[in-house]
């Protein structure tokens, strides 16, 4: 059965930085492309980081030059580094992966920029 599970958000102001992880079980996250999601109030989820099984990393234009994905296999953990953080980035920030046609997400953890 796989398991993502979140940890990291919490309260920071303006220019600040948070690191997310994000635990897997149940599969191996080297053989998958692994996902950053956010959903603030009121908004749809948005895509905000990716790495694939080889390592190419993607991200959102709102992010890009801020953010960075990055794993390790000795953990089987995905991060996401936020820096400069902005009173935009405040929201619930969700793990993700796909194995064929089924989706798995974590439970979220929430970030809050203040500013």
């Known amino acids: 059965q796989v398991q993502l599970v979140e940890s990291g958000g919490g309260l920071v102001q303006t220019g600040g930085s948070l690191r997310l992880s994000c635990v897997a079980s149940?599969?191996?996250?080297?053989?998958?492309?692994m996902g950053w999601y956010r959903q603030a109030p009121g908004k749809q989820r948005e895509l905000v980081a990716t790495i694939s099984r080889g390592g190419y990393t993607n991200y959102a234009a709102s992010v890009k030059g801020r953010f960075t994905i990055s794993r390790t296999s000795a953990e089987n953990t995905v991060f996401l580094q936020m820096n400069s953080l902005k009173a935009e980035d405040t929201a619930a920030y969700y793990c993700n992966t796909n194995r064929g046609s089924q989706q798995y997400w974590g439970q979220g953890t929430q970030v809050t920029v203040s500013s």
């Open positions: 149940g599969i191996n996250i080297q053989f998958y492309t």
